[in-house]
Structures are given as structure tokens and as C-alpha cells.
């Protein structure tokens, strides 16, 4: 994380340089309107010797005020597009590093927190860049150039004098400074719970009308709340007593000014214009007196929102650096796996058991078995989601670690069993937002996905935008849009994770025909629970808790009397029932 904010910083040290010059210009520009207004103030004593000079002072006054407008639109603007630029470069490498993230950290990641991230700390870590670069270096500007000022111009003792008050209100600020971290974090711990209450309410918002939960939910969002809004009271509570502080410490400043300097004038150290020049000095602290506890705070909110950030990028990555000449390379589609035994991370219980398959090039792999048998687990280790042993796994006779993942993952074509689909048109879902694709293919593929005539009858057919998640599309058009980037993506392998479940029987055997004529020389995986789905396959293996108990084609598996053929025996009888109904 902290090389990420190093290089974005970098990007703008230009732009920083002369946002700093310009800061400072700024600054120091700033005490010349209270040395004019001093200068004046000694000159009405006499003011019809001194008339020329007072309008001259006059206009010198308005042709600086016309320079600081300059100058302040200038680093206002360099001061944007650092800020921006930052927070546009931590979001995007902060993604990047979702993407590249191994599976099983990412499941480990809820929803909210990971909004959280994007949202609240990018947004902290941001603000607390554009408080340093801005804020920072004003107070510093100001207490070098205005102290200077002071000592210098006016009185060195008035000037030690009335910076005591600010000495303690720094002493002050960083006794209070604790109290605000602590309560900033509870804060923070508390709106990520919220927001992953939200999301989970909104994607089970079906169950719950289902079920009339809104009652308890509701009940539940509004505790939550409560607790959200009392941690925010405390943080506000914390910050609104530094203000106080400041500004009494303050105030304090100006009473010294006047009893002290009032006192310097009636012994003739100064003049009057000298003590309103002095007093025009401490108006500027006004800002960065105050912006000090706000400085801190945020400070102090962006080492947590860092902390929070530092642990994702600190997670493992998958190893993808790829040559394009590589990626172009093709595997044959030999698969074989030796002695798979696989636990998922922090769980005991194996999920695969001494798995022993082989695949040739251009053979259909039927998996059929109970719910929690291990079938989606053993494509996951495939696909490298999850890492495995050397040894257990090869593909056309390359151990799978020793094969880049790109290169694996671009000979794969994976449907996995949640169907996954964004939000946006019905092509970009197919083509999975590669312009490589012509709108013919795009097309055709959904053709031999058996979804071309229903695609046809929409309002702009495949430029037709879908729902959230394709909310718009039922369960058997979602699954077919799925299947359509089989067809679509020219991979060696072809896997389909359980994606006819909400198919019906003829529109199941209507594309399993499309796929056995598609896949060729390919080697093609289908998993389901149906026997009808993998019965054509060239062999068949039968998961039990983690193990094949079966293995054969389908005659064979029916003679053994087994697993399978209890499968077989239910639905065949449901299929039946269902006819006779």
C-alpha cells in the first residue's frame, strides 16, 4: 500500500512543486494587506500631508487583492487535480488487486467491507492527502512567514507573548488526538457492519417478501443504525471539542495582543498602525489555528482507513505474467489427475479424496452426484482458483503449476453454476466485454445456445441491457446467455457446472446436441445432478463426500446396481409421474 501512494504521489510532483510555490506566494502576499492598513492607520494622523500617499497605498492595496485571486485559483486548481488524480489511482490499483486476489481470500472478504474500501477509506486516505498538501502547507507558510512578520515588523516580545496560547492549544490537541483515533475506528467498524446488513438485505430482498421479514428486518436496520449514529455523535463530540479549544486558546491570543501591545503603544515602542498591523498577523492563524484538529483527525482517520487497506494488499496475488505469444498457445485438452486430496483453507474434513481421473483429447467427462460431493471443487482446482500440490494434476502431460494461469484459464471455458451476468447488454455479457467477437458470431453462439428467437423478440436484441445480475431474464434464459460463451470463446476444454438445472428436458438434449457437434476434438466436462445430461458421455464418474465410488459409461454404471443407477431409477420414476400428470 504504501509503494501505491509513493508512485501516485510521484506521478504529480510537478504539479506539487508549483502548488507549494504558489501556497507560499499566497502566504506571504497575505501580510502585506495588514502592513498597508497599518501604514495607513499611522498616516491619518496627518491626512492631508499624507493624502497622495494614503490612495496609493489604496490602490497598492486593491492590486494585491487582484494578484491573490491569481494566485489562488492557481493552486486551487493544481490542489484538485492532485487530489483527484490520487484518489483515481489508489481506486484503480486497488481493484486491480481484487482481481488478482486468490479465491479464497476474497470469499473471506464480505460484500460491505469491500464497498467500504472503495467508498469510505479511499475517500479518507484522499482527504487526508488534500489536507496535507493544502492545509499542511499552509500552516506551515503561515507560521513561518507570519511569525517572521511579527518578531521582525512589529515586537519579537508581543510576538513570544501571544503565541503561549497556541503552544498549550498544541498541547492540547495532542492529548485529545487518542480519543479521536479510538472513536474513528469503533465508528468505522460500525457503518462496515451497516453496509454489509444493506447488502445482504438488498440481495435477499426476494426471500424476505417471500417470507413478510420486512417487519424484523427493518427492526434490526434501525439498531444498527442507532449504533452508527451514536459512535458518529462521539467522533463529532471529539472534534468539536478541539475546535472549542482552538478557538478559546485563541481568543486568548488577542486579548494578549491588545492588553500587551496596548501597553507598548502608550511606552512608544510602537505605534498604533504597528498594533493593527499586529493584530491584522493574528487574524491570519484563524485558519490554520483551526484547521489543526480537523489536519489531525483526518490524519489520524487516514492511518486506520490505511491499516484497513494495507491488509488486502498485503494478501497473496496470483502469479499472472504472461508474454502475449504465451496466452496465443494451445493446449490439447489432456487431463490427467493423480491422488487428488484437497481440504478447503482452516477446514479439517477433506473435500476431494484420492481422485483418480484421465481425459483424453476430444472425450466428454460425465460428473454426476450428491449436493456437497465435491464436484464444483474438483473444477476449481482445474482452474486454479484454489492451489494443489505438483504432482496431482497435469494437462497434456505439463504438471498444472508449471502452466502460466492466463494461458490455463484462456484454454478454459468455464460455465460455472451461478450464471453470473451484469448489468449491461446481452452482448457484452456473451462476448464478456471483448470487442474481438463480430456481432455474427455473437450471434451464432447464441444460436447454438437454443436463446437466438427469444434474444430476437427483445426490444434491441443483443444490444438489449439486462438487470442487475440479469434480474430481467428468468433462471432458463440466464443459464443459456451462460452457455452462449461456450460457443462464443474457441477454448481446448469446455466445462459446464450444473448449467441445465433450470432447463427443461428437451431444451437440455437440444443443447447438449449443439455442444457434442461443437466441441469436436475439444475435451468437454459436463456436471449435473440429471442423469439424462451426462448418459452420452464417455465416461462417468459418481462423487460421493469427496470420492468416486463409480466410475464407467452409462451402461456400465447401470449394471452395477449402485450409486448411479439409484439416480437413474428416481428420475426416470419423477419423469414418469410427470407424464402421467
Given at each position: 500500500m504504501k509503494k501505491v501512494i509513493i508512485d501516485s504521489l510521484k506521478k504529480y510532483k510537478f504539479s506539487s512543486l508549483i502548488h507549494f510555490i504558489f501556497i507560499g506566494l499566497n502566504i506571504y502576499l497575505l501580510t502585506i494587506p495588514a502592513k498597508i492598513i497599518g501604514d495607513i492607520v499611522d498616516m491619518l494622523y496627518d491626512i492631508e500631508a499624507n493624502k497622495q500617499n494614503i490612495i496609493n497605498n489604496i490602490y497598492f492595496l486593491l492590486g494585491i487583492c487582484v494578484v491573490l485571486l491569481s494566485v489562488r485559483i492557481i493552486w486551487k486548481y493544481t490542489e484538485t487535480v492532485i487530489s483527484r488524480g490520487f484518489e483515481r489511482d489508489i481506486k484503480e490499483k486497488l481493484f486491480e488487486r481484487f482481481l488478482k486476489l486468490k479465491l479464497k481470500d476474497i470469499q473471506n472478504i464480505k460484500n460491505g467491507e469491500i464497498m467500504s474500501y472503495f467508498v469510505k477509506d479511499t475517500n479518507e486516505i484522499r482527504s487526508a492527502i488534500y489536507r496535507i498538501i493544502s492545509h499542511g502547507a499552509r500552516i506551515v507558510y503561515t507560521f513561518i512567514i507570519a511569525i517572521c512578520q511579527m518578531a521582525i515588523g512589529v515586537n519579537i516580545y508581543l510576538t513570544i507573548a501571544t503565541m503561549i496560547p497556541i503552544i498549550i492549544a498544541s498541547f492540547l490537541v495532542v492529548k485529545l488526538k487518542n480519543q479521536v483515533e479510538k472513536s474513528f475506528a469503533k465508528a468505522q467498524?460500525?457503518?462496515?457492519?451497516?453496509?454489509?446488513?444493506?447488502?445482504?438485505?438488498?440481495?435477499?430482498?426476494?426471500?424476505?417478501?417471500?417470507?413478510?421479514?420486512?417487519?424484523?428486518?427493518?427492526?434490526?436496520?434501525?439498531?444498527?443504525?442507532?449504533?452508527?449514529?451514536?459512535?458518529?455523535?462521539?467522533?463529532?463530540?471529539?472534534?468539536?471539542?478541539?475546535?472549542?479549544?482552538?478557538?478559546i486558546c485563541f481568543g486568548l491570543c488577542y486579548s494578549i495582543a491588545l492588553l500587551f501591545g496596548g501597553k507598548l503603544v502608550v511606552d512608544g515602542q510602537i505605534t498604533v498602525g504597528e498594533l493593527v498591523t499586529f493584530n491584522g498577523y493574528i487574524g491570519l492563524f484563524v485558519g490554520p489555528v483551526s484547521w489543526m484538529p480537523s489536519l489531525i483527525a483526518r490524519i489520524k482517520r487516514a492511518q486506520i482507513s490505511y491499516r484497513r487497506l494495507n491488509k488486502v494488499f498485503e494478501l497473496d496475488t496470483e502469479k499472472i505474467n504472461v508474454k502475449e505469444k504465451d496466452i496465443e498457445n494451445k493446449l490439447e485438452g489432456n487431463i490427467m489427475i493423480k491422488n487428488l486430496t484437497f481440504h478447503y483453507p482452516k477446514v479439517m474434513e477433506n473435500a476431494l479424496e484420492n481422485i483418480n481421473i484421465e481425459i483424453k483429447k476430444g472425450e466428454t467427462l460425465g460428473i454426476i452426484g450428491t449436493i456437497g460431493s465435491g464436484k464444483t471443487t474438483l473444477m476449481n482446482l482445474l482452474t486454479r482458483l484454489y492451489s494443489i500440490s505438483r504432482g496431482k494434476i497435469e494437462i497434456d502431460g505439463k504438471d498444472i503449476n508449471d502452466i502460466p494461469i492466463e494461458v490455463l484459464r484462456e484454454?478454459?471455458?468455464?460455465?460455472?453454476?451461478?450464471?453470473?451476468?451484469?448489468?449491461?447488454?446481452?452482448?457484452?455479457?456473451?462476448?464478456?466485454?471483448?470487442?474481438?467477437?463480430?456481432?455474427?458470431?455473437?450471434?451464432?453462439?447464441?444460436?447454438?445456445?437454443?436463446?437466438?428467437?427469444?434474444?430476437?423478440?427483445?426490444?434491441?436484441?443483443?444490444?438489449?441491457?439486462?438487470?442487475?445480475?440479469?434480474?430481467?431474464?428468468?433462471?432458463?434464459?440466464?443459464?443459456?446467455?451462460?452457455?452462449?460463451?461456450?460457443?462464443?470463446?474457441?477454448?481446448?476444454?469446455?466445462?459446464?457446472?450444473?448449467?441445465?438445472?433450470?432447463?427443461?428436458?428437451?431444451?437440455?438434449?437440444?443443447?447438449?446436441?449443439?455442444?457434442?457437434?461443437?466441441?469436436?476434438?475439444?475435451?468437454?466436462?459436463?456436471?449435473?445432478?440429471?442423469?439424462?445430461?451426462?448418459?452420452?458421455?464417455?465416461?462417468?464418474?459418481?462423487?460421493?463426500?469427496?470420492e468416486i465410488v463409480e466410475k464407467g459409461n452409462h451402461e456400465q454404471l447401470l449394471q452395477k446396481q449402485g450409486l448411479y443407477n439409484e439416480f437413474y431409477e428416481q428420475q426416470s420414476t419423477k419423469a414418469g409421474e410427470g407424464m402421467l400428470a
Open positions: 467498524d460500525r457503518f462496515t457492519e451497516l453496509s454489509e446488513y444493506i447488502q445482504e438485505s438488498t440481495d435477499s430482498i426476494r426471500t424476505t417478501k417471500a417470507y413478510a421479514c420486512e417487519k424484523a428486518q427493518l427492526e434490526t436496520f434501525i439498531k444498527k443504525n442507532r449504533k452508527v449514529k451514536q459512535s458518529d455523535n462521539t467522533v463529532d463530540i471529539y472534534s468539536n471539542l478541539l475546535t472549542t479549544t482552538i478557538n484454454n478454459i471455458c468455464y460455465i460455472t453454476q451461478d450464471n453470473f451476468l451484469f448489468s449491461s447488454t446481452l452482448k457484452d455479457n456473451i462476448s464478456l466485454f471483448k470487442e474481438e467477437y463480430r456481432v455474427e458470431e455473437i450471434k451464432d453462439s447464441t444460436k447454438k445456445a437454443v436463446i437466438y428467437d427469444e434474444i430476437s423478440k427483445m426490444p434491441k436484441g443483443i444490444e438489449t441491457k439486462i438487470g442487475e445480475r440479469g434480474s430481467d431474464l428468468s433462471g432458463g434464459q440466464r443459464q443459456r446467455v451462460a452457455i452462449s460463451r461456450a460457443f462464443l470463446k474457441n477454448s481446448r476444454i469446455l466445462i459446464f457446472d450444473d448449467t441445465f438445472s433450470a432447463l427443461d428436458n428437451r431444451t437440455s438434449q437440444t443443447l447438449l446436441e449443439n455442444i457434442k457437434q461443437f466441441s469436436g476434438e475439444k475435451t468437454c466436462i459436463i456436471i449435473s445432478n440429471k442423469v439424462s445430461d451426462v448418459k452420452d458421455s464417455n465416461q462417468i464418474i459418481v462423487l460421493n463426500n469427496g
